[in-house]
């Protein structure tokens, strides 16, 4: 599904806009690469903006261009709230809905201002007054590419905005190896390294970043790992003393889930972590093929995504979210073996 309604937002966007970019809570690569990126293009424009997220971001991603001047908004509340208070455009980028913004979502939905949406997420809402929306692209910051290149076709790209956009694409992509990865997609890489994105600086920053507490928590992760071969499913767990007994930090469970899909056989993989301070388990859904985690985690856990990654959350506790999981699972056998 596609919807672009962004061709006349360029005539109200000039040096005297006041703009905000917000990505979703819990920012990956794709949120904070799309929106970094957007801010340094704006930039170029001599547009001035904000950068706001919900909250904080992983360690691995501190490396990105701009990202010391991103305000959190629950750390520094007041201030995002002075920011978006005074703009007048509001770019919202890699989220389909205000929800995905936790408690900012509440305060966004009572600005009276202009709103643009650039996403790759089903089923977006219609809070936005420009849209660039194509669930069928691996990535936001591709849609972020094609929105710049093509009404700013004369501005070139510096290698921040480049890096920017090649660490999203790259991280949605998982490295450019699943489905969605297309030949358009390896050709606005191929423009992104031309314009001085540095790729293998970028993936050794992203991923040979490790500390050796995230390695063992790994350790921890595969040691939980349990597989139901009759359902073609494999899942993880990580309570919360599992956390605090490998030093857990933001960020280090991201990627934990596809150990469960590498397995030989397996179409459905799962990763539930528990977190006390929220009292909630936080799920994250991947598949390969037809199995659709989008409508699965929509269904049963009040989340959503795309169809071959998915995330939710549970309020039960880490073992009662199990059992009702594999009691779900099992009403999903025709669709999975
Ligand atoms: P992850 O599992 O990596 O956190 O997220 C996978 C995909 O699902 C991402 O596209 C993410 O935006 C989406 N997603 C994750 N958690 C939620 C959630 O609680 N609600 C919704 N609607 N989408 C989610
Ligand atoms: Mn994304």
């Not at 995230?214 to 071969?229: D, I, M, P």
């Amino acid at each position: 599904m596609r919807k672009n309604t962004i061709s006349g937002l360029k005539s109200q966007l000039d040096s005297n806009s006041n703009v905000c970019i917000i990505g979703h809570k819990n920012p990956d690569g794709d949120a904070l690469g799309s929106t970094l990126g957007l801010s340094l293009f704006l930039k170029e424009l001599g547009i001035s903006s904000q950068v706001i997220m919900p909250n904080g971001f992983p360690d691995f991603l501190k490396w990105l261009p701009g990202i010391d001047k991103v305000l959190c908004y629950d750390t520094d509340k007041e201030e995002c709230e002075k920011q978006l208070n005074d703009s007048d455009v509001i770019f919202t980028l890699d989220f389909n809905h205000l929800g995905r913004t936790g408690d900012l979502g509440d305060f966004l939905v009572k600005l009276d201002t202009t709103f643009v949406m650039i996403d790759h997420h089903q089923e977006p809402a219609d809070y936005a007054s420009y849209m660039l929306s194509d669930t069928s692209i691996a990535s936001t910051c591709e849609l972020v590419y094609e929105y710049i290149t093509t009404d700013y076709s004369e501005k070139r790209l510096t290698a921040e905005i480049a890096s920017c956009l090649y660490t999203g694409i790259m991280t949605d992509t998982g490295s450019f190896r699943f489905p969605s990865t297309t030949s358009k997609t390896h050709r606005i890489i191929a423009d992104l390294i031309d314009a001085g994105a540095n790729n293998s600086q970028i993936h050794q920053n992203t991923f040979d970043n490790n500390a050796v507490s995230r390695l063992h928590l790994l350790g921890k992760a595969l040691q939980n790992l349990k597989v139901l071969e009759n359902l073609s499913t494999a899942y993880i767990y990580l309570s919360q003393e599992d956390l605090n007994q490998n030093g857990f930090k933001k960020g280090d469970t991201e990627g934990f889930v596809n150990y469960a899909l590498s397995l030989k056989g397996i179409k459905f993989a799962v990763i539930f972590i528990e977190h006390k301070a929220e009292n909630i388990i936080k799920i994250s859904f991947r598949s390969i093929g037809n199995f659709d985690v989008n409508t699965f985690a929509r269904t049963h856990y009040n989340g959503g995504g795309h169809k071959n990654a998915a995330g939710g959350k549970s309020d039960l506790d880490l073992n009662s979210t199990l059992v009702e999981f594999e009691n779900i699972l099992n009403t999903y056998k025709e669709e999975l073996i």
